[in-house]
């Protein structure tokens, strides 16, 4: 079973629209982050927000929050305000706990497009 | 602030090459790892290690080796280089403690012909 599902290849926002990236994980940890990250075509890993499992606010920064719906298992990456900038792939990623080797399992990824 | 290094940034190499793919961390991380990076596929976990002497299979270990002698470097070695291989290879490390979030290296382009 993948651990990390992004059921969006690609998307499509207007710019200064808000946009949310869909993403569904699967463990049975009870203690576990969760991450996105930003690859512009220049190739490198942005690291943009972290929530915790037990965190019970939704991680903010700046422009992005993660919206986290611990009972479905989804963490959401909501962009507000595009940008167009903001186009680029968006990985979702888990961590697990120490117990399952402290691995990382990234989602294949959504390719957001931002029309100005 | 040298974070991640990885070289080479870009690799041709023939079926049946080998070569070694470098990487050196400078933050004292305990944690660090080697991904592929395949068209619709997302990041594949290839090696990962928590700390020096301790290294363990991810998903796609077939035809890598990896080593960890020293807490800062972590080579990732193709021993007999396939078309299969020809990917973007990403180095990564984090604090191994706690759910703290990868960094990353530059990535390298390798392709096997």
């Known amino acids: 079973?993948?651990?990390?599902?992004?059921?969006?290849?690609?998307?499509?926002?207007?710019?200064k629209e808000a946009v949310t990236l869909d993403c569904t994980y699967d463990t049975s940890d009870q203690s576990y982050g969760l991450f996105w990250y930003k690859q512009p075509s220049s190739g490198e890993m942005i690291f943009l927000i972290?929530?915790?499992s037990y965190d019970?606010?939704?991680?903010?920064?700046?422009r992005y929050s993660l919206n986290f719906q611990k009972a479905r298992k989804s963490a959401n990456l909501v962009i507000s305000a595009s940008q167009l900038g903001d186009s680029a792939?968006?990985?979702?990623?888990?961590?697990?706990?120490?117990?399952?080797?402290?691995?990382?399992?990234?989602?294949?990824?959504?390719s957001l497009t931002v029309i100005p | 602030n040298a974070g991640v290094t990885q070289t080479p940034k870009f690799q041709v190499l023939k079926t049946g090459q080998s070569m070694t793919l470098?990487?050196?961390?400078?933050?004292?991380?305990?944690?660090?790892?080697?991904?592929?990076?395949?068209?619709?596929?997302?990041?594949?976990?290839?090696?990962?290690s928590v700390g020096a002497g301790i290294t363990d299979q991810g998903e796609v270990p077939n035809g890598y080796n990896v080593s960890r002698s020293t807490t800062?470097?972590?080579?990732?070695?193709l021993l007999s280089a396939a078309p299969s291989?020809?990917?973007?290879?990403?180095?990564?490390?984090?604090?191994?403690?706690?759910?703290?979030?990868?960094?990353?290296g530059s990535g390298t382009q390798l392709s096997v012909l």
């Open chain 1, 1 to 15: 079973a993948q651990k990390i599902t992004q059921t969006q290849p690609g998307m499509f926002v207007q710019e």
């Open chain 1, 50 to 52: 972290y929530q915790g």
């Open chain 1, 56 to 62: 019970e606010q939704n991680a903010t920064e700046g």
């Open chain 1, 89 to 110: 792939m968006y990985f979702c990623a888990m961590r697990e706990g120490k117990n399952t080797g402290n691995q990382f399992y990234f989602g294949t990824g959504t």
């Open chain 2, 22 to 48: 470098q990487c050196a961390q400078d933050m004292n991380h305990e944690y660090m790892s080697w991904y592929r990076q395949d068209p619709g596929m997302g990041l594949r976990l290839i090696h990962y």
């Open chain 2, 72 to 77: 800062e470097d972590f080579p990732l070695r």
């Open chain 2, 85 to 104: 291989q020809t990917s973007v290879y990403f180095c990564a490390s984090s604090y191994g403690q706690g759910f703290e979030k990868l960094f990353f």
